[in-house]
């Protein structure tokens, strides 16, 4: 599968962003996805994923509360809605399938098999 993250750009400090992650190929929907985030200078860090059904998620404490997840597999898509951001959101943030119809959702990058290109996301009044 390959994946393609959208959705960055400059927002104000208490604003909105929603994110997606684009799949190609008709298995789009047996993956597990997960949204990880890379701000400079720092490693690459957790931030939600979902199961491959949409019946599990899971987010990082540092954004628990201020986004939500879904996704809709007639079109390959998963979003990641973002509310209340702060400057420590801003990153390149990517996104990334788990093979194989997982059921429960992984924070360790090295559970996920493929990988898309970034997307910037830069908080700042």
């Known amino acids: 599968v390959q994946l393609q993250a959208s959705g960055g750009g400059l927002v104000q400090p208490g604003g909105s962003l929603r994110l997606s992650c684009s799949g190609s190929g008709r298995t789009f929907s047996s993956f597990g996805i997960g949204w990880f985030r890379q701000a400079p200078g720092k490693e690459r860090e957790f931030v939600a994923a979902?199961?491959?059904?949409?019946?599990?998620?899971d987010f990082a404490d540092s954004v628990k509360g201020r986004c939500t997840l879904f996704r809709d597999n007639f079109v390959n898509t998963v979003y990641l809605q973002m509310n209340s951001l702060k400057a420590d959101d801003t990153a390149v943030y990517f996104c990334?399938?788990?093979?194989?119809?997982?059921?429960?959702?992984?924070?360790?990058?090295?559970?996920?098999?493929?990988w898309g290109q970034g997307t910037l996301v830069t908080v700042s009044s």
């Open positions: 990334a399938a788990e093979k194989d119809r997982p059921t429960l959702t992984h924070t360790s990058a090295r559970m996920y098999d493929y």
């Open positions: 979902i199961t491959w059904n949409g019946g599990s998620s």
